[in-house]
């Protein structure tokens, strides 16, 4: 999105203003073009208007500020670098006044400057805080000051310290005595300009939507050759050629030729607009060009036509438009050097390229002091060729904006005949008749048939058709009405030459005509029918609840992209058939990726440069052709697709690399800080199975090539897997750049998952009665896994075990060789009462016994 300021003392130029300002911006925004702020210069804040606080400047006292004119100038007795300037704002006055600014000298008269009187507020110039301060008399170095010639910093007009050094110069017919505010008081909108609404981002543009809107008659300036013949007979022809190498790149191309200029300031009423619109002058022939550009909205380049005919050997040079070659170079105004390719437009002469087209001219061709005669640029260029050259060489300005968003061919030769009159009036040039236009192929007349029934449909209410012919009229369509065989109205809309925006045919002019008429009068209705019953989204609401989880337990979520390379899920999942992608963004975006987890992993492998604890996890998409022996089994959760979509599989992948963190308060300067490792994955998985509610859990060992052998565990609910997890293996972890780090990973089946958590759960009310805690270590065969451990342990405690938690693990020479011990911290609780030692104590032999008769366990301390 681009912004355009629109100084209302230029805009009226163009457009009688019929509406206060507040309305003004109310109607503006209403119908697309949305005003981002305002700046109120000098005067009063209109009704109504809103300021924001840090755009607010001084108001010009019609009573303190003027107008005024220097006598003379002499030197300050006392200071080498002071002037005394005596000034005049009307007759009858005179005053003298203490000033540094470096742009008045000693015996200086006759410049016209602005003058503030005691008692003005302006903003302190000698403050680093932008902040307002009321002129007061006082000495300064020894002499009396109670008036001051102010500077654009003071007067509130620019915010650069650059612009206090040096005082405000006004032109030579600036009416001495007048208020400052009659004079160079304006309030300036900032609108926020849409793509499809690029023909605003000139002053011209918005005129015609004032215009729309107030049903006021636009104002067009009158080019040079409305105005009187030329000066100078000299016909451009044989002076200039231009050629186009591609129409599509560039489908026209206009030149004049603007001979004996003499290179200097602008007037001052132009550098005015240009400052108020956000431009700084730099002189008459670039001020002219950037006036008809924020004018007309077509940018304009002007080169020195005798640096031009010395690069062609003395003949009539001829300008080419075409792609560089390859290894050309081009220095730019810029002093840079740029290294060009052919997807770069430029402006070109025999010799070679002399401009980047719509972007930047080049530095042996610019316009200096020196230069007498001119070669006006006026073009229309492809935007999607000067989007990708400045892009590509990072030169965003206000021409490559414009030329980004498009511009019609047809506003070329206005603009070319608007600026070369202007530097025939401010730079003293002669202008050669005619202009070199290569136009090889004219853009046809757009017509679009729209039906007022049709409008009347889009719209859903009915608009006067009086109403809306009179809104594409003021817009500048063309309208001829034509009776179609039912008899209904149908006319022939021509699209005004200077849109390019209407693409979509009736349903853009109906959009013309409804923001026009305005949609604060959209009438408000209510559906015919009543809502449709709310359903939630299931799969939706379950990605989020485990996400709050996983979340809680300390992980980060990532989104990544589902578009990869074979190479890099290798390592995973072997050698695969992948969904392939016919037309890749990227040579590392070919195929839809089957394994979330490589995705993460490589998010892993990057964040690790910056953190020693990365704990990460996404919910995403896998996915498989159809038939794919990889593919999930057909009885599996997956969305529904059509048979020629690929398979969707939703994936929980988890990736977690850190070392264990600390346990009390006195271990922060432990310095042997050991890695997480598979039980601390376990808890997290044991975590979203206990908040999701899963029944039956169970784990048992994985056999997967890119996990740890023994470090690995599957988790199965009821009688269904739904995922792995455990360390990875060193070796799949060196491919993805991990190093020698333990590295923990899961991923799990997330359809799968949600098939199997219970929709309803009951709650188990908190006890009122004290548990009771006993300890169990028991011997068992090494192959016994600890889970059907707890299983024959919650058998024989019935209800009154209340938990059952293992909190050691030992294998050692106390114990017979191929065993293992494993201690258990067992809770005793009834709901009604508090438990006995007998009953406590039989229960607690009945584990006992369960586990001697069907593990075959031994008890430790009871041998």
Not at 658 to 664: D, H, P, S, V
Not at 692 to 714: D, V
């Amino acid at each position: 999105m681009n912004r355009m300021r629109i100084p209302l003392s230029w805009l009226r130029d163009y457009i009688d203003i019929s509406l206060p300002p507040a309305q003004l911006i109310e109607r503006l925004t209403l119908a697309g073009l949305e005003v981002a702020s305002t700046r109120v210069l000098g005067l009063p804040v209109p009704e109504g208007v809103r300021v924001k606080a840090e755009e607010r400047g001084p108001v010009w006292d019609r009573d303190k500020i003027f107008v005024a004119q220097v006598l003379g100038t002499e030197k300050h007795p006392n200071a080498d670098k002071l002037k005394l300037p005596t000034v005049t704002w009307g007759p009858g006055t005179e005053k003298q006044l203490v000033t540094g600014a470096p742009n008045i000298n000693v015996g200086d008269k006759g410049q016209k400057v602005v003058l503030a009187l005691s008692g003005s507020v302006l903003f302190d110039g000698h403050s680093e805080e932008r902040k307002l301060a009321e002129l007061k008399p006082t000495k300064i170095r020894g002499l009396p000051s109670d008036a001051m010639v102010c500077s654009l910093l003071e007067l509130g007009i620019s915010d650069s310290k650059e612009d206090h050094t040096g005082i405000i110069i006004l032109e030579d017919d600036a009416p001495v005595g007048t208020p400052l505010a009659d004079f160079m008081g304006d309030i300036v909108i900032e609108v926020d300009v849409l793509p499809n609404m690029a023909r605003c981002l000139s002053m011209i543009g918005v005129a015609r939507e004032v215009a729309a809107i107030t049903g006021q008659q636009l104002r067009l300036p009158l080019a040079s050759r409305e105005r009187h013949l030329p000066d100078n007979p000299d016909p451009i022809a044989g002076q200039v050629s231009v050629q186009i190498e591609d129409s599509k790149l560039s489908a026209r191309y206009a030149a004049a030729l603007i001979k004996n200029i003499t290179v200097g300031p602008a007037p001052g009423w132009m550098q005015r607009r240009l400052l108020y619109a956000g431009m700084r002058p730099i002189n008459n022939i670039v001020d002219i060009t950037n006036f008809v550009m924020l004018e007309w909205g077509q940018p304009l380049h002007a080169f020195d036509y005798d640096v031009l005919v010395q690069r062609a050997g003395g003949k009539a040079p001829t300008i080419i438009v075409r792609p560089a070659r390859e290894g050309e170079v081009l220095v730019t105004l810029d002093k840079q050097e740029r290294k060009l390719s052919a997807e770069h437009l430029v402006i070109a002469d025999t010799k070679g390229p002399i401009a980047l087209a719509g972007v930047m001219g080049g530095l042996e061709t610019e316009v200096t002091e020196k230069t007498k005669n001119i070669l006006l640029e006026s073009a229309s260029f492809d935007f999607v060729s000067i989007r990708k050259t400045f892009r590509h060489f990072d030169l965003p300005s206000e021409a490559s904006a414009r030329f980004s968003r498009g511009i019609h061919p047809e506003t070329v030769k206005p603009a070319a005949e608007r600026a070369s009159d202007l530097m025939r009036q401010y730079a003293g040039g002669s202008v050669c008749q005619g202009l070199v236009d290569c136009y090889p192929v004219p853009r046809p007349a757009q017509v679009v048939d729209l039906d007022l029934g049709q409008m009347d449909r889009l719209l859903g209410f009915k608009i006067d058709p009086v109403e809306a012919i009179r809104i594409l009229r003021a817009l500048e369509y063309e309208v001829e009405l034509v009776a179609n065989a039912s008899g209904s109205s149908t006319y022939k809309v021509t699209v005004p030459t200077h849109r390019l925006d209407v693409q979509e045919g009736p349903a853009d002019l109906v959009e013309d005509i409804v923001r026009i008429y305005g949609y604060d009068r959209v009438p408000t209705t209510l559906l015919a029918e009543p809502l449709p019953k709310q359903q939630a989204n299931e799969p939706i609401q379950f990605e989020e609840r485990v996400r709050d989880v996983l979340v809680d337990c300390g992980l980060q979520e990532v989104i990544c992209y589902a578009l990869t390379v074979p190479a890099k899920e290798t390592p995973l999942v072997g050698n695969r058939d992948y969904v392939t992608l016919k037309n890749p963004v990227s040579s590392e975006r070919v195929v839809m990726r089957q394994s979330v987890l490589a995705s993460v992993l490589e998010i892993a492998e990057s964040n690790l440069h910056n953190a020693d604890d990365v704990r990460l996890f996404e919910i995403g998409i896998a996915y498989f052709s159809h038939g794919s022996p990889h593919a999930p089994r057909e009885d599996s959760v997956t969305r529904a697709v059509a048979p020629t979509l690929p398979c969707e599989q939703r994936r929980l992948a988890m990736v977690m690399i850190a070392n264990r963190g600390q346990e009390f308060w006195n271990d922060a300067g432990a310095k042997d800080k050991q890695p997480l490792d598979f039980f601390e994955l376990k808890g997290v998985i044991e975590a979203l199975a206990d908040d999701l509610h899963l029944k039956n859990t169970k784990y048992q060992p994985a056999n997967l090539a890119h996990l740890h052998p023994g470090k690995s565990a599957t988790l199965i609910v009821g009688d269904r897997p739904v995922g792995d997890f455990g360390v990875l293996h060193p070796k799949v972890a060196q491919a993805y750049g991990l190093g020698e780090r333990t590295v923990l990973v899961a991923e799990l089946d997330v359809d799968a998952l949600q098939a199997v958590t219970p929709i309803r759960f009951s709650y188990t009310p908190v006890a009122r009665f004290p548990a009771a805690l006993r300890d169990i270590a028991v011997v068992v065969d090494e192959a016994i896994p600890a889970d059907q451990i707890e299983a024959e342990i919650r058998k024989a405690g019935g209800d009154l075990l209340s938990g059952v938690r293992l909190f050691d693990l030992y294998r050692g020479n106390q114990i017979p060789p191929g065993t293992k011990s494993l201690a258990y911290a067992l809770s005793y609780q009834a709901p009604d009462r508090t438990l006995a030692d007998k009953e406590i104590d039989k229960a607690h032999k009945k584990i006992e016994d369960r586990l001697k008769n069907v593990l075959k366990a031994t008890i430790r301390g009871k041998e």
